[in-house]
C-alpha cells in the first residue's frame, strides 16, 4: 500500500505511436517513449512515471460526460476535470447504453457495479493505493428491518431476474421496460411505484426488479419505509474511497501473475492488441502505460506483464486496451477514436501542501 499520490505539472506534451523517443522530466513526473520488440515485432510503449511524495496531487475517477452511463474520449474527460495527466479506465459494454464493467468508485460513492469482481485499482482519502479484487459489497439497507439486501447492480441495464438500482449518476431515467417493477426513493424514503423507464428523483434513487409481482414489491418496500444505497467494505479495502476495475493482475508482489483465467476474461481478450495499464514501484513510483504495435499486431498479456516488471511494478493491473488505449498528457496525448466510460486522473492543487 503507497501513501501520498503525487505528481508535477506538466508543460504540453504531444505523444503519438510514432513519436521520436524523447524525455519530459519534472520534479515528479518523467514521460518516457521508447521501443521494444514481441518476437521480432516492433512496439511502441508511452510511460508516464509519477513520484508518489509530492502533497499537492491527487488520483481520482473521471466520468464521460459526467455519468455512469455515457462515452467521451480520455482527453475531453481529462481537459473537463482539469486533469494533468489521464489514463483509459475500465472495460465497458454496451452500445446503446455503455456502462462500466465492474465496480466504479468516486469519493465513497458506488458510481457503477456489474457485479463482476476483478482487479482493481483503489485509492483512499490520503491518497494510499492498493492493487486486488476489491472486498466491496453493495446493496440497499432497510433501516426499520436492519436487513442489509444485496444487489444485482448499480447503473447496468437491468436484466431478467435482476435487481438494479439507479441513481442520478445514470441519466434522468432508467430506460428499462415495463417488465420489472420499480421503487421510487427520494431522501431515502420510498415515495411511490412504477414500471419502466421511471424518472430518477435527483435526490434519491430508483431500484428496478424484474421477476417480482406488485404486491411483493409493495410488502418488501413500503411506501414510508426507509432505504439506504449502501456499499460495505472489508479489509484491506475499508479506507479506499476511489476504485476502478480493470484485469487482469499482472505483476503482485514483483512477480509476474497474469489472471487472465482466472478472471474469466473474454476469450477475445487473449489476443495480441493495444494495451493500457497501471502499476506502483517499492520506491513509490505510480506507472501509467500505454503499448502499441509499431506496425500491425499487438501484445499479449503476458508480454504486457514482462514490461511492467521490467519497468519495475511490484504491483500491476491492465486496464481496457484494443481501440480504447489512451494516454493524456497536459491538453495533448496519445488518443484513440473511442469514446470510453471513463478515466484514471491526475490533478494538481498548487495550494496543497504549502
Known amino acids: 500500500m503507497l501513501k501520498q499520490i503525487s505528481l508535477g505539472l506538466l508543460g504540453g506534451l504531444l505523444l503519438t505511436g510514432l513519436a521520436a523517443p524523447q524525455v519530459v522530466a519534472t520534479e515528479a513526473v518523467k514521460y518516457r517513449f521508447f521501443k521494444d520488440k514481441d518476437q521480432h515485432m516492433p512496439l511502441n510503449v508511452h510511460l508516464v512515471e509519477v513520484d508518489l511524495k509530492n502533497p499537492q496531487v491527487n488520483l481520482g475517477v473521471a466520468l464521460a460526460k459526467g455519468k455512469a452511463s455515457g462515452g467521451e474520449r480520455v482527453s475531453r474527460i481529462a481537459e473537463r476535470y482539469g486533469a494533468v495527466a489521464a489514463i483509459n479506465g475500465s472495460f465497458f459494454h454496451g452500445r446503446k447504453i455503455p456502462t462500466s464493467v465492474g465496480l466504479v468508485m468516486k469519493d465513497g460513492e458506488i458510481i457503477a457495479d456489474s457485479g463482476h469482481r476483478r482487479t482493481s485499482l483503489g485509492i483512499t482519502r490520503n491518497n494510499d493505493v492498493i492493487i486486488g479484487i476489491p472486498k466491496v459489497t453493495t446493496g440497499v439497507y432497510h433501516a426499520k428491518k436492519d436487513r442489509f439486501q444485496i444487489i444485482s447492480g448499480i447503473n447496468q441495464p437491468r436484466k431478467s431476474k435482476q435487481t438494479i438500482v439507479y441513481t442520478p449518476h445514470f441519466g434522468k431515467y432508467t430506460q428499462t421496460n415495463q417488465y420489472g417493477r420499480e421503487v ?33 414489491i409493495k410488502q418488501m418496500y413500503p411506501v414510508g419505509s426507509a432505504l439506504h444505497l449502501r456499499a ?3 479489509e484491506p479495502w475499508n479506507e479506499v474511497e476511489t476504485i476502478i476495475t480493470g484485469a487482469p493482475h499482472l505483476v503482485r508482489s514483483g512477480q509476474i501473475y497474469n489472471t487472465y483465467f482466472q ?31 509499431a506496425k500491425k499486431g499487438g501484445v499479449t498479456y503476458t508480454r504486457l506483464a514482462q514490461i511492467m516488471k521490467r519497468l519495475g511494478a511490484t504491483e500491476a493491473m491492465g486496464l481496457d486496451g484494443g481501440g480504447s488505449t489512451s494516454l493524456y498528457i497536459s491538453q495533448k496525448g496519445i488518443n484513440s477514436n473511442r469514446a470510453i466510460t471513463n478515466a484514471l486522473i491526475v490533478t494538481v492543487d498548487k495550494n496543497k501542501g504549502k
Open 184 to 216: 421510487v426513493v427520494e431522501n431515502n424514503r420510498v415515495i411511490r411505484y412504477s414500471y419502466g423507464n421511471t424518472q430518477i428523483p435527483a435526490n434519491g434513487f430508483v431500484l428496478s426488479a424484474h421477476g417480482k409481482n406488485p404486491q411483493e
Open 232 to 234: 460495505r467494505r472489508y
Open 263 to 293: 478472471e474469466k476474461l473474454q476469450a477475445s481478450l487473449k489476443r495480441p492488441n493495444a494495451r493500457s495499464a497501471v502499476g506502483v514501484t517499492h520506491n513509490r513510483k505510480l506507472l501509467l502505460v500505454n503499448v502499441f504495435p
